[in-house]
């Protein structure tokens, strides 16, 4: 019996300055499936080099270029790497050795996640980052929600843990986290707007951004990090409420334009 063909998927949008030391790490996959979501700078011919599967197109929708890239993997199993990650080599042992035996399903794959050069251990979560995530799953196994963000995900079959960690940089600096904020709250606020449903009143949101700043800085650790522990626990506190502030304002302009008229 053959052994199990293995792809890896990478997901990027103007990633050239990152996507060269992501796909060097992916050489003992069988195959590297590189989806360009809109991209305008030098990133395929850099997966092109590599002798990627490469697909371009636009995708607003996170799950949609994701589902995309996974119907383009032909592997048995698929790997899915961002282009700020990088596989070492204790981890690509694993995933060889575990996808030679393992049942259809999915594995948790742990992140040493870093700000510039410094390792973060505790603090992330509540969709500021994680500590782990199902990345490695057979064919068919993971299926990706419909949100621009975050987008929710179905997964079937057997379920496993790898121990060895993928190394994530996750930001630069300070900076390059609060432009982080503004994003993943513009891409929030544009599902809130197309769900169409109301907002839960202010007060809610205060007290769920409250209890994801406990939650990352108290029960996940985040105060053994210092100053970088509770910005991370401001940033998840501040992301659902930065994005419903955005939504109630937009929804109150018409009717400040109608005013003035």
């Known amino acids: 019996m053959s052994a199990p063909r293995l792809s890896a998927l990478v997901v990027a949008r103007n990633e050239e300055a990152q996507l060269a030391d992501c796909l060097a790490t992916l050489a003992f996959a069988d195959?590297?499936?590189?989806?360009?979501?809109?991209?305008?700078?030098?990133?395929?011919?850099?997966?092109?080099?590599?002798?990627?599967?490469?697909?371009?197109?636009?995708?607003?929708?996170?799950?949609?270029?994701?589902?995309a890239g996974a119907d383009a993997c032909t592997g048995d199993w698929i790997l899915e790497v961002d282009a700020d990650e990088r596989v070492p080599e204790a981890l690509a042992r694993e995933v060889r050795a575990t996808i030679a035996r393992a049942s259809p399903g999915y594995f948790q794959v742990p992140f040493d996640n870093y700000v510039g050069t410094r390792l973060v251990r505790h603090g992330w979560g509540a969709s500021f980052g994680v500590l782990s995530a199902a990345r490695l799953f057979?064919?068919?196994?993971?299926?990706?929600?419909?949100?621009?963000v975050h987008p929710s995900v179905k997964l079937d079959g057997q379920r496993g843990r790898l121990k060895a960690a993928m190394t994530h940089y996750v930001d630069r600096d300070v900076g390059e986290m609060i432009d982080r904020l503004r994003r993943y709250s513009l891409a929030r606020a544009a599902d809130l707007k197309a769900k169409g449903e109301p907002l839960p009143p202010l007060v809610f949101t205060l007290r769920s951004s409250l209890s994801r700043f406990v939650k990352c800085y108290v029960f996940r650790k985040g105060y053994r990090e210092g100053r970088m522990g509770f910005m991370l626990a401001l940033m998840a506190a501040l992301y659902p409420l930065v994005s419903q502030l955005i939504v109630e304002a937009e929804r109150e302009r018409p009717r400040?334009?109608?005013?003035?008229s």
């Open 31 to 67: 195959q590297i499936v590189v989806v360009l979501d809109r991209t305008t700078d030098g990133s395929r011919a850099i997966a092109e080099r590599v002798g990627a599967r490469v697909l371009e197109g636009a995708w607003p929708i996170e799950g949609e270029r994701r589902r």
């Open 138 to 148: 057979s064919k068919g196994a993971k299926r990706w929600g419909a949100e621009r």
């Open 256 to 260: 400040e334009q109608a005013h003035d």
